[in-house]
């Protein structure tokens, strides 16, 4: 059941009984217009009265919603169009063939230039689409994403042409795609210490963002260019890190880690949680044998769920093509578990389950494999 309540006014209520009985009185009306041209009578006459103001009102306020409808469709017309000559706009010079979108307020959201043109903001040199702040009426517009026209460097960023840029309302850049190597730190928490810097270097035609809101330049998300150890884990060079909130929500691991007695081999996309070390998930790189953990022996690329509160398996997703063997029967797909018991799955082939053939796909339980309460999976 919705939890959204809607409330009419008695006002409303009779203007939508007027809209929507406006046929009826129409119909009445003709009918009572057309008898009393051919007889005259005080009965059609008060008919007439009463009817008419009913049907006006209907049909007056049916034109007034068209006339409202039509007016709010040139204002919005107004507010997106394209120019036939070269123009500025809140302060923004912009060649003919620009395709415009006014704000509310009647100032510059966005542009879409036309192909081969430029717009040149503050010494940089734009093409495409730019999409600008909302700022005072007094300030002058500010660019929040655009397409570089040239490689630029951005408070010590070097920024590839003809990719992305954002910028954060502090004007400060936020993202784009590194034009070099680019050597940057991070900020890591250091339990009771607080936050210590890593230093690192970000690869080349790789998407780069920083913090948002710092004002140092903080990596939040980039690719490395060089290994390095980042919360106590060896990150592989290429390995796509993202940190937030001073923790390493994710890299690929550059050499293999021991966790809780269970060895994680390199190449392994770790992903973590808030708390240090706390692996919310991993997937397994290609193997030349299959990785033997929670009594399964699973598969390359297959990505493993870990329980919130224990180091056992709640879901495993395994590749198509591959599959996982439990209780001598072939599952693929996503298994799911019970903080270490199986629970369900879906058969990797045709499958004889309790002296019938099962079709590959269809869903197993627990109780199809005939496992006790306590067997793992």
Known sequence: MSDIGLEFSTLDILGIGLILALPLTTIILVLLVALRLRRRRWALTAGI???APLWGAGAGLLAWLALDGFI???RAASRHFILANERSISGVPLPAGAEVNLSDDDRLASVKLPAGTTVTLEGVTWRDEIEFFSTDPASPRRVRSAILAADTTFDG???RL???VGFAGSGRLRSCMLARDTPTQAEIADGERGRRRVHLACAADRAFELQPGEAAQVVERCTLAQPAEVADLPCARGSEIEIFNG???SC???AAQRFH?????EGSILHLTNSPHRIERFALPTLTSPFQAFGMDLPSGAEVWLCREEWKVDQVSVPSGAYVEIAGVRLTGYLNFDCGLFRDGSLYEDSRIHGEMWPGGRTVFRADLDLPPTTRP
């Open 252 to 254: 690929t691991l550059g």
């Open 49 to 51: 009265v009463v009817v």
């Open 157 to 159: 960023v070097p920024c």
């Open 72 to 74: 709010e469709q040139m």
């Open 261 to 265: 007695g269970m060895e994680i081999p």
């Open 162 to 164: 003809g990719q992305p």
């Open 247 to 249: 923790r390493l929500v």
